[in-house]
């Protein structure tokens, strides 16, 4: 609880991940939720570079370097976490550089993890003359080229 009202026992409101529910104190259902007074599986706002979706259910990441938005566009930032960028829409780091969740700003430090190499698996054909596709495709120009000759 974060204030009571003047009887000294009921809720005024709460403090951050908890919400008004029923005049009590109440731990948010929804991740990455700091206000869900009313019903706590519906987020009215959501932590810090996190914006609730249009039903309240989950809370979505902003863009890179955005404090508040309102859809996970970069477009849709409303305020930037680093202080010395005051246009919303230019929150991102810039080119070369990363944010740092640690260090709260672009620092180039923290390198992004690069998703892992999905591995291509290729099938052999169950065609027994041992000839590629490519081979095939090469072997038919040939043909063409050749009737062509013969043509002239």
């Not at 992004?112 to 120009?141: I, R």
Request: hydrophobic share 35%; proline share 4%; glycine share 8%.
């Amino acid at each position: 609880m974060k204030t009571c009202k003047d009887d000294g026992a009921t809720a005024n409101n709460c403090i951050s991940g908890y919400g008004l529910v029923a005049d009590v104190c109440t731990a948010c259902s929804v991740a990455d939720c700091a206000n869900c007074d009313g019903d706590a599986a519906v987020c009215l706002m959501c932590k810090a570079g996190k914006s609730a979706d249009a039903t309240g259910a989950n809370c979505l990441a902003c863009s890179q370097g955005c404090a508040s938005c309102y859809s996970e566009c970069p477009r849709s930032c409303l305020a930037c976490r680093e202080a010395s960028k005051t246009n919303p829409h230019a929150c991102a780091c810039a080119t070369g550089q990363f944010w740092s969740e640690a260090d709260g700003e672009c620092n180039g430090e923290d390198t992004p993890v690069a998703p892992a190499p999905v591995p291509v698996v290729v099938e052999e054909s169950e065609d027994d003359s041992g000839d590629s596709g490519s081979a095939n495709v090469l072997k038919f120009v040939a043909a063409i080229f050749m009737a062509l000759i013969c043509l002239l």
